[in-house]
């Protein structure tokens, strides 16, 4: 049985500004250096969580040991304002209803580009959403529970739970203006469409490594190679590796990035289940 629908949206946004404002908070453990004026460019922050993600594909993701270094490497249509509900442009630079609320068009930043030089564009919106709508199998119906709960499910819903789902279809205008068109208006919008779990990937990544291909196996799930290896966003840091052995994610900033670049060289995740030992390491 799916939890409430009213309230778990929201509880994953809170999750995505909580990670953001952790590591603002952690930046203090970082090792770069020091300047007369500000902050130098340069250095390496590692902060401690208290386990290990799932996987690295937003679409997927359900805590926030997943959620965090997920934030790092996607973004979404529209944000929030740091510690704040109040919405801000991300990947859209404006958005506004239209058809009497059942639908929402959006007009997207120009010259972004994904990790893998993949151009951010309407196509790349339009591949994102019908992905969602047309996912099939247990990892959709029991995965999925941030889109499922704002959509209503799923092309071919197999869960009592739902009934007509929300989404009626992605329309591009030109390359930067796209509408996400609805069934029936939804008072979840806009708000959702800053949620991590809509987080746009590239389209030639999702490809290139079977993004879909995922496993159930009893309770447990088995993710694809670009969920695990090769997850592809626009944020300002990408993966370089992830030694699951270790506990290790570790983050290089990217050069590319559209907006203000990160200080740091390199952002680190390290699995340290203990509370105290989490502590001595910052001591």
């Known amino acids: 049985m799916l939890h ?9 946004a809170l999750i995505g500004l909580a990670s953001a404002l952790a590591l603002s908070v952690a930046a203090c453990a970082s090792e770069r250096g020091q300047g007369g004026e ?26 926030g040991e997943t959620f965090r270094p997920v934030r790092q490497m996607f973004e979404t249509l529209i944000t929030y304002k740091p510690g704040t509900a109040e919405l801000a442009p991300a990947l859209a630079t404006k958005w506004e209803p239209v058809d009497d609320g059942k639908g929402w068009k959006f007009t997207l930043r120009e010259g972004v580009k994904f990790h893998d030089g993949t151009d951010f564009n309407a196509d790349a919106v339009c591949f994102n959403f019908d ?39 992605c ?3 030109d390359d930067y203006t796209v509408t996400i068109k609805l069934t029936r208006p939804s008072g979840a919008f806009p708000a959702a469409f800053g949620l991590t779990s809509l987080s ?12 879909d291909e995922v496993k159930q196996s009893g309770e447990a799930f088995t993710y694809s ?16 590796s992830y030694d699951k052995s270790n506990g290790t994610v570790t983050m290089v900033r990217n050069e590319d990035y559209w907006g203000e670049k990160a200080y740091l ?10 509370e105290q030992a989490r502590k001595d390491e910052l001591r």
């Open 4 to 12: 409430n629908r009213a309230t778990r949206w929201k509880k994953a």
């Open 38 to 63: 500000g902050q130098v460019r340069g250095g390496t922050l590692t902060f401690g969580s208290a386990g290990d993600p799932k996987m690295f594909d937003a679409t997927f993701a359900t805590d």
């Open 131 to 169: 992905r969602w709508y047309n996912m099939k199998g247990a990892a959709a119906q029991s995965q999925m529970i941030y889109y499922a709960d704002v959509f209503g499910g799923f092309k071919n819903n197999t869960s009592e739970d739902f009934g007509e789902p929300l989404y009626a279809g």
């Open 171 to 173: 329309e591009k205008e």
């Open 200 to 211: 746009i990937g590239s389209p030639t990544a999702m490809k290139k490594y079977n993004a």
């Open 225 to 240: 190679e670009y969920a695990t290896k090769h997850p592809t966003g626009t944020g300002p840091f990408k993966l370089e």
């Open 265 to 274: 060289d390199k952002l680190i995740f390290k699995t340290i289940p203990e």
